[in-house]
């Protein structure tokens, strides 16, 4: 059984399709082999396992997603499974109510993320061992939602790409036992940026001042590695070590974390093949701070733009990802 599909129903968890969730986990982690990796993937906004449309088991969740979308990329498949080798691990596809305007879905997240947390503590009591973590976006939220009150060691590493949340939540996240244990890759993009924006604009942060993860932490921690993927420098440091990597399509991309080439290869390995890519060898050669927001839409030009048609312009590109996200 490569994937497993759960969902997070009214706050509780279910099965995707008939079935025990009890019996399919017992069934699930006894026949795996010692040291095999536990994945669970988080979706972000707009998706409802509860609506065929936008169901993300049928997307980028599946194994098999349906075609005729070209942001519908497998996941699974690019992170190893379900390809018919042995000892490949567990892969949990978490489906959560993710519809409606960005306010609903802010707070459905925060749900989800305790449905998530009663379902890694179930793994780390069947298989007294950690879970790993990729997601996107508002799928972040989730995840960093969960690890209160988890206890240490039941989170391994959590991918976040993309990630919609805040810095001032994230920091009291990382003194509780189960996030000091655990270690974190944010991936950002200045691609990013009017997403980031807009949720500022949108989401009262939790503190005044406060900025989106797309900024970065803001301060330096041993389990925590900024991975900015449209900086020169961070991209010359990854195709050194192997992971080849091209450069930006587009300015402004919501998408990109893991519509890039290449990109899985390298989440893959950061989750199966850890030891080769530890956090303090990476933070080492990587650029100390982030470029500033707004950079990446004039990669050609100044990095600091002041002129009034730039200012427009910055103001436009936060209006259509608002629009965008409120839909």
């Not at 990597?245 to 199966?272: E, K, Q, T």
Request: proline fraction near 9%.
């Amino acid at each position: 059984m490569p994937l497993l599909k759960i969902n997070a129903d009214a706050g509780r968890l279910a099965l995707h399709g008939p079935g025990d969730l009890d019996a399919a986990l017992r069934a699930a982690t006894g026949a795996l082999p010692p040291g095999a990796p536990v994945v669970l993937m988080i979706h972000g906004f707009r998706f409802s396992p509860h609506d065929p449309r936008t169901d993300p088991h049928r997307h980028i969740l599946s194994l098999s997603p349906v075609p005729g979308c070209r942001k519908s990329v497998s996941w699974p498949r690019h992170l190893g499974f379900g390809r018919g080798a042995a000892g490949k691990g567990l892969c949990i596809a978490f489906g959560w109510p993710a519809r409606g305007a960005i306010w609903r879905a802010w707070r459905a997240a925060a749900g989800a993320g305790q449905a998530l947390a009663e379902l890694i503590a179930r793994l780390h009591r069947l298989r007294r061992g950690p879970a790993d973590l990729l997601c996107h976006s508002l799928g972040a939220r989730v995840a960093l939602s969960a690890l209160p009150g988890l206890p240490a060691g039941s989170v391994g590493r959590a991918v976040l790409m993309a990630a919609a949340d805040y810095r001032g939540h994230v920091h009291p996240v990382l003194d509780t036992p189960a996030g000091a244990a655990a270690e974190f890759v944010n991936v950002t993009s200045r691609e990013n940026d009017p997403f980031d924006a807009a949720l500022e604009w949108l989401i009262r942060p939790p503190r005044r001042g406060d900025r989106a993860l797309g900024c970065g932490l803001g301060t330096r921690r041993r389990n925590w590695l900024d991975l900015q993927l449209d900086c020169p420098q961070t991209l010359e440091v990854l195709n050194d070590l192997g992971y080849r990597i091209p450069a930006p399509a587009r300015r402004v991309c919501h998408w990109s974390a893991y519509l890039r080439p290449g990109l899985f290869r390298l989440y893959r390995d950061l989750i199966r093949e850890r030891d080769l890519l530890p956090l303090d060898r990476l933070g080492a050669l990587l650029p100390e701070r982030p470029a500033p927001r707004w950079s990446g839409l004039w990669r050609d030009g100044p990095a600091a733009p002041r002129s009034l048609l730039d200012r427009v312009a910055r103001a436009r590109a936060k209006h259509l990802a608002a629009r965008e996200l409120t839909a």
